[in-house]
Nanobody, 125 residues
Framework: QVQLVESGGGSVQSGGSLRISCVISGFPYDTGCVGWFRQAPGKEREGVATIDSDGRTSYADSVKGRFTISQDNAKNTLYLQMNNLKPEDTAMYYC???????????????????WGKGTLVTISS
């Protein structure tokens, strides 16, 4: 059974930085796709960044150059470093996992097999 637990969310001012983490258990890491997704109030869940089993990363246009996804396989942890944060980045951030298939060409929540409960990121102007 795959389990994902996010942490590290919080409130920061516009222009600030934050790193959120996701501990993933029960996932082999040598297959599939893991990534970060977010959902703002009243909006649909959207892809932020993904990393494939071959290390290939993909980012949403809105976060390119500001966010960096990485993973530490020894710690079974996925990270999202977020810099130059903007009020429009305010959302619940979720860690998602797809067990066997590779990541989509661009981050897409459709088809992910497992989800964490999320960590809230709030950016004030």
């Amino acid at each position: 059974q795959v389990q994902l637990v996010e942490s590290g969310g919080g409130s920061v001012q516009s222009g600030g930085s934050l790193r959120i983490s996701c501990v993933i258990s029960g996932f082999p890491y040598d297959t599939g796709c893991v990534g970060w997704f977010r959902q703002a109030p009243g909006k649909e869940r959207e892809g932020v960044a993904t990393i494939d089993s071959d290390g290939r990363t993909s980012y949403a246009d809105s976060v390119k150059g500001r966010f960096t996804i990485s993973q530490d396989n020894a710690k079974n942890t996925l990270y999202l470093q977020m810099n130059n944060l903007k009020p429009e980045d305010t959302a619940m951030y979720y860690c998602g996992e797809r067990t066997y298939d590779h990541c989509s060409a661009s981050p897409d929540p459709y088809g992910m097999d497992y989800w964490g409960k999320g960590t809230l990121v709030t950016i004030s102007s």
